[in-house]
C-alpha cells in the first residue's frame, strides 16, 4: 500500500488561509469517507484534528476544517496562528481493511 | 480521562526482538480496537496493525507480515506489539493509538516508545 501523497510543506503568514491536500486512490481516499487528519509538534505524538473526512474532536479550533472531492482530501487552516505551526498527516481507511497515511506536510507560519 | 502509558525506550541488537506495551485506563479497555503506528527519525508516520475491540482479531500491514505479533491481555487492560528480526531500518518511535470500532480514526495515542536497533 502506497503512502497517500501529501505537498512536503506549506507556508503562510499568520491570519491567512492555507490548504493541504492528500491524494490517494479510489481504494482508500476515494473509497471510503474515513479519512483523517493529524497534527504532529516536533518530538509529540500526534493530535486528531478532523475524523470521518469534515468532523472536529471536541476542542479542535474551528479554523481547522476538512473536505473532499474524488480522490483528494484536503485540510483547511483559516486564520493562521503561530502554534498551528506543525507537521500534518492525513490517513485513510482502505480496501484490503488496512490503514494508510499522507507523506506528511510540513506548515511554516512566516 | 483516557489515557495510553507505553513502556521504555528499548535498545536491540539487529536479529532480536522487541516487545512494547501500551497500557490503557479511562475506558472499557474491549470496547475499543488498538492501532500500532510507528515513525522513523524524521519520516513519516507509518501503520503497522491493529488488535480489533471485543474478538482480539488482527489485521497486519503487509509490510510486516511474519515479523509482528499484536496482542492484549484484557485483564491488564494493555495492548502489546511486537517485532522479531529486527534490523537497523526498524529504528524508530512506536506509537499505540485507540480506535473506536465502526469508525477510521485514532483518537488517543500513547506518548510513543523509541526502538534503537544499533550492533
Known amino acids: 500500500q502506497s503512502a497517500l501523497t501529501q505537498p512536503a510543506s506549506v507556508s503562510g503568514s499568520p491570519g491567512q488561509s492555507i490548504t493541504i491536500s492528500c491524494t490517494g486512490t479510489?481504494?482508500?481516499?476515494?473509497?471510503?469517507?474515513?479519512v483523517s487528519w493529524y497534527q504532529q509538534h516536533p518530538g509529540k505524538a500526534p493530535k486528531l484534528m478532523i475524523y470521518?473526512?469534515?468532523n472536529r474532536p471536541s476542542g479542535v479550533p474551528d479554523r481547522f476544517s476538512g473536505s473532499k472531492s474524488g480522490n483528494t482530501a484536503s485540510l483547511t487552516i483559516s486564520g493562521l496562528q503561530a502554534e498551528d505551526e506543525a507537521d500534518y498527516y492525513c490517513?485513510?481507511?482502505?480496501?484490503?481493511?488496512?490503514?494508510?497515511f499522507g507523506t506528511g506536510t510540513k506548515v511554516t507560519v512566516l | 480521562q483516557v489515557q495510553l502509558v507505553q513502556s521504555g525506550a528499548e535498545v536491540k541488537k539487529p536479529g532480536a526482538s522487541v516487545k512494547v506495551s501500551c497500557k490503557a485506563s479511562?475506558?472499557?479497555?474491549?470496547?475499543?480496537?488498538m492501532q500500532w503506528v510507528r515513525q522513523a527519525p524524521g519520516q513519516r508516520l507509518e501503520w503497522m496493525g491493529w488488535?480489533?475491540?471485543?474478538?482480539?482479531?488482527?489485521k497486519y500491514s503487509q509490510r510486516f507480515q511474519g515479523r509482528l505479533t499484536i496482542t492484549w491481555d484484557t485483564s491488564a487492560s494493555t495492548a502489546y506489539m511486537e517485532l522479531s528480526s529486527l534490523r537497523s531500518e526498524d529504528t524508530a518511535v512506536y506509537y499505540c493509538?485507540?480506535?473506536?470500532?465502526?469508525?477510521?480514526?485514532?483518537?488517543?495515542w500513547g506518548q510513543g516508545t523509541l526502538v534503537t536497533v544499533s550492533s
Open positions: 493509538a485507540r480506535h473506536p470500532p465502526g469508525w477510521g480514526y485514532f483518537d488517543y
Open positions: 479511562g475506558y472499557t479497555f474491549t470496547n475499543y480496537a
Open positions: 488488535i480489533s475491540a471485543g474478538n482480539g482479531n488482527t
Open positions: 479510489s481504494s482508500d481516499v476515494g473509497g471510503y469517507n474515513y
Open positions: 470521518e473526512v469534515s
Open positions: 490517513s485513510s481507511y482502505t480496501s484490503s481493511s488496512t490503514y494508510v
